[in-house]
């Protein structure tokens, strides 16, 4: 088995920082959106929901090209902002919420299902504010909720391939990730090289796997 180079450690940090700043995102954005879908009666649940969760289904190259297609320069967002957002880390941040969405929103939802409203309503009887409501009494209660979405959130991230590769390439020290550097050792024969980075990613899983597990249940969801 080979060691890890220093391209090999640059590429481990974009991913890192990567996974870090798409699970923020997707936190601040999911939140609400998880929140709605958990309890709204509106007809077009089932669209937004089915929204969410095509990145499980579609192939990543599809959806990779669809959003370079959209952050190149000839795209809608890229004649809006006058700039091209393809392959830079901004863009792969934009095409990593998309990617990762539902390992976020989805346990996000089921978590506020199991809460339900009566917590919340029984806040605002108390005259407290809704955000501090949600903040104080729903997010402790719906915590292992969090929790799944943050490790699932992350682990999917840094496990991306075909959506980095389509809308990043693998720019050493901006947009070259430990999957699409796996791709590149094996391309030259570098199996050693290969072999360390897929052991720890390996190890990376399966702990992100029991940390799950563990959570679920040592932690379950209870609404007095």
């Not at 669209?47 to 599809?62: K, M, R, S, Y």
């Amino acid at each position: 088995m080979g060691t890890l180079t220093d391209l090999d450690l640059s590429a481990l940090w974009v991913s890192v920082r990567l996974a870090t700043v798409t699970v923020i995102v997707l936190l601040i954005v999911g939140t609400p959106l998880a929140w709605w879908l958990a309890h709204t009666r509106s007809r077009l649940r089932p669209i937004v929901e089915a929204a969410v969760a095509l990145p499980i289904v579609l192939p990543p190259t599809v959806l990779g090209f669809y959003i370079l297609i959209t952050l190149g320069p000839y795209g809608p967002l890229g004649r809006l902002a006058d700039l091209s957002l393809a392959f830079t880390f901004t863009g792969l941040v934009i095409a990593s919420v998309f990617y990762s969405m539902p390992f976020v929103i989805q346990p996000l939802q089921g978590a506020f299902e199991a809460v339900g409203k009566a917590p919340l309503e029984a806040a605002w009887s108390l005259r407290a504010s809704k955000l501090d409501a949600f903040l104080t009494v729903i997010s402790p209660i719906a915590l292992r909720g969090y929790v799944s979405a943050i490790v699932l959130g992350f682990a999917h991230t840094i496990g991306e391939f075909g959506v980095v590769l389509m809308v990043g390439g693998s720019i050493p020290g901006q947009t070259r990730v430990l999957s699409t550097t796996i791709f590149e050792h094996v391309e030259t024969m570098e199996y050693g090289q290969a072999h360390a980075i897929a052991a720890v990613l390996l190890t990376f899983s399966f702990l992100v796997l029991l940390t799950v597990y563990v959570v679920n249940r040592r932690f379950p969801i209870h609404v007095s």
